[in-house]
Each structure stands twice: as C-alpha cells, then as structure tokens.
C-alpha cells in the first residue's frame, strides 16, 4: 500500500493578515482582530508584529493593550474571511478533489494519488503558497506528512509562510524531542497531567505502556495519547459532501460585564436557546442532552449536561431544560460567559408532534420562522427578549414603534 501523502494549509495570522491586505496602512503595523468592539471581547488573530509583544489569541482585549500600547483594534468580519479562505480552498482543489475545510484558516489535501501528475507534493506545495501570495496578498504555511496529525505538525515548524515536508521515517526522530504541548490534541489539561508525571517530550510519552496509559487516563484518552506519542493517525481526509453531520449544535455569548445576578444569565440563555433551536429546524435535526456551560471572571470554566427521553428542536423548549441545569449550579464567582449546546442529534426522531399541545406549539414555531426567514433574525422573539439589554445585545433585537 502507498504511503499517504497529506498536505495541511494553514493561514498565517489569517484574519489580521486579511484585515492588512485589504489596508496598506496596517501593514507592518501591529494589529488586532476582535468581536464587537462595544462589548468586552478578546483577541481573535494578532498580526505577527503584536505577537512579538507577547500577545496571543484568546488574551481579552485590554490585556493584549497593556502589552503592546500601539496595536490598531480591528473589528473582524467573519463573513468576509471566510469568503477569502473560500478562494484558498478552490486553489487547493485543482490539486485533489479530496479536501476537507478543518476550521475558517486551515484545510487538508489528499494528495496519495494525484501528486505525481503535478512534479511531487513538494512542488504543489510551493505552487499553491505561491498563488496564494500573489493572488490574494497572503501568507500561508503548509505541511506534508503521512497522516493528518503529522502533517500539521510541519506546517506549524517554520511559521510564517513556511513549508515542512516530514516523511513517514522521519516522523520517530522528529518527534523525539518535541514537547507534549506542540501536538495536536495534548491541550493544557493533558499537558499539566502528563508534566507531573516528568513526561515532557513526545518521545517520553513513547515510552510509556498503553496501559499504563490507561489506567492513568482511561480507555479512551489512553489510547489515544499512546498513538499521537508515536505519530499514528489513520483518520481519512473527509472531502466536504462526505462530511458527516454535525453532532451538536450551540452558542456562546461573552457578557458586557461580570454578572451572579440570574435574571440576567437567564435571558442570555433564552436568547441563545432561541438561536440554537433555530439553527437545529433550518438542519432538520432534534437532539436530547442540553448542556449548559459557565465560565467564571477567572475563566475557570464549568459544563453541566442532562438527557431527556425526548427530542428537542424548540428554542424555549431548551431553554427550559437549561434553566433547570441553571437552578441546580450555585455561582462561586460573577459569570462572565454563557453557553448552551444540543447534541445527541438525530435528523429522525423529532418532538413529539401527535400531541396536541405540541402540534399548536410546532405550528407557531414554524409560523415564526418563515416571519424571521423572511424579514430577518428575530423579527420576531420572545417579548421577555425585550426588556434586557444583555439578551438584546446578544440577539440583535429590534424594538418596533407599536
């Protein structure tokens, strides 16, 4: 069998990079994209000349100020860049019909059997870099390796715009001395646990059994850290129109400001339950666990998650399962985040429609989202919306004259 050959894409600082392409005045300049700049946001991109203060996505706002004084706030534009990254991935294309879109910056390219008619992987890699830089004005970073894993491993080693080819007999040796922390799917948790134990490198964590990995971590978890240690991934690229359906569905929303009073964390979770019900009819999809997430002014963040018998696709249906989870939580800071999400989905099994009380309730549902569909989100909304700023803020309201 062939060794597979797969190419991952990844923009460099995408958004900012988009942001200065499309403003000579922001070039070379240190910029930052974020949210709504009226509300409290945080960094979503930083250009590599506010990296180099110490600022890094995720930082709230005023913390990436303090560092670096000078930096341009830009406001993003989530449509826009995923228009542009659109135009990456039709110049991906011409090269294998196999490509998965992994986030907004990054994709990967199947490149097994198609490399050969276009010089080799590596001279795809350099064409497509190149393209993009000319026709777009933008960095991009590419790896090539024998899996998925290993391949955006390369295209992290030489950021910006960088290439990094590791073949399959090179990938031991790389990964040796490589920190735990720089291999996707070890995050901080698996980081600090893996740290106490003295593992710190990738070749480490080699050497320790899978079942002692196990009895650490479980089946699951223990597993898997014993096959990213020595660089195995057999996931296949999953072009776009093979992509399995999404499994869960949910919103988050970052409050104006710190907040225990429940009133107000309560509306938040109506007006995104709203938007999560709306997001699981337009995909025909119900789902039966409702998991509400907390996180804290610390950004200590804390989930809590019920399962119902039935399926659920109403807004305040949801709603009502996660302020149930929400009365059973006792706040141990002021909240400065508040989530909602759906999963156990199924595009078959929906509400219980022979029930005459939810046959009335699915028939206004539907009435209000042909009103929205036509006129806008949330044209029409539930009246208790209204009378919070918070809620409206999140949901886009609109108050009418009548």
């Known amino acids: 069998m062939a060794e597979r050959i797969i190419l991952h894409l990844d923009m460099d600082a995408f958004f900012a990079s988009v942001e200065s392409a499309a403003n000579p005045w922001l070039r070379g300049k240190p910029v930052f994209v974020c949210g709504n700049r009226h509300s409290r ?6 250009s590599y000349e506010a990296r180099a ?10 913390e990436a100020l ?3 004084p000078s930096a ?6 989530p449509a826009k860049y995923a228009d542009v990254f659109q135009q990456v991935t039709q110049m991906m294309g011409r090269y294998s019909p196999t490509l998965e879109v992994y986030s907004i910056d990054e994709a990967f390219l199947d490149l097994t059997a198609t490399a050969e008619r276009f010089g080799g992987s590596l001279a795809i890699a350099r064409v497509l870099q190149e393209e993009v830089r000319t026709r777009l004005g933008l960095p991009c970073s590419i790896g090539l390796g024998p899996n998925k894993l290993i391949a955006k491993l390369a295209s992290s080693m030489k950021k910006p715009n960088g290439i990094t080819e590791i073949r399959a007999d090179e990938v031991q040796g790389v990964l040796a001395d490589l920190p735990i922390e720089e291999l996707c799917g070890i995050g901080p948790a698996f980081q600090a646990a893996l740290n106490a134990r003295g593992i710190t490198t990738c070749g480490e964590l080699a050497q320790v059994s899978p079942e002692r990995l196990i ?3 479980g089946s699951c978890a223990g597993r898997q850290l014993a096959r990213l240690a020595r660089g195995i991934d057999e996931r296949p690229v999953v072009a776009g129109d093979q992509a399995p359906a999404a499994q869960s569905m949910g919103h988050l929303h970052t409050l104006s400001r710190d907040t225990d009073d429940p009133a107000v964390i309560r509306a938040v979770l109506l007006a995104l339950s709203e938007k999560v019900g709306r997001r699981l009819r337009a995909d ?3 789902g039966r666990t409702v998991t509400v997430t907390l996180r804290y002014r610390d950004f200590t963040t804390y989930s809590r998650a019920r399962t119902l018998d039935r399926f659920l696709d109403d807004g305040y249906d949801i709603y009502d399962t996660g302020r149930r989870i929400l009365g059973r939580l006792r706040l141990s800071q002021p909240v400065r985040m508040v989530g909602i999400s759906v999963s156990g989905l199924s595009r078959e099994m929906r509400q219980q429609w022979w029930l005459p009380e939810v046959a009335r309730r699915s028939r206004l549902v539907a009435s209000c989202d042909r009103i929205n569909d036509r006129f806008g989100e949330a044209t029409v909304s539930p009246a208790t919306l209204l009378y919070d700023p918070e809620a409206r803020q999140h949901y886009q309201l609109k108050r009418y004259p009548f």
């Open 41 to 46: 946001t945080v960094v979503a991109t930083a």
């Open 53 to 62: 203060f110490g600022v890094r996505t995720g930082m709230a706002i005023h």
């Open 66 to 68: 303090a560092l670096c």
């Open 72 to 77: 341009i706030v830009v406001e993003g534009s």
């Open 215 to 217: 009895a650490w971590f």
């Open 284 to 286: 025909g999809a119900a």
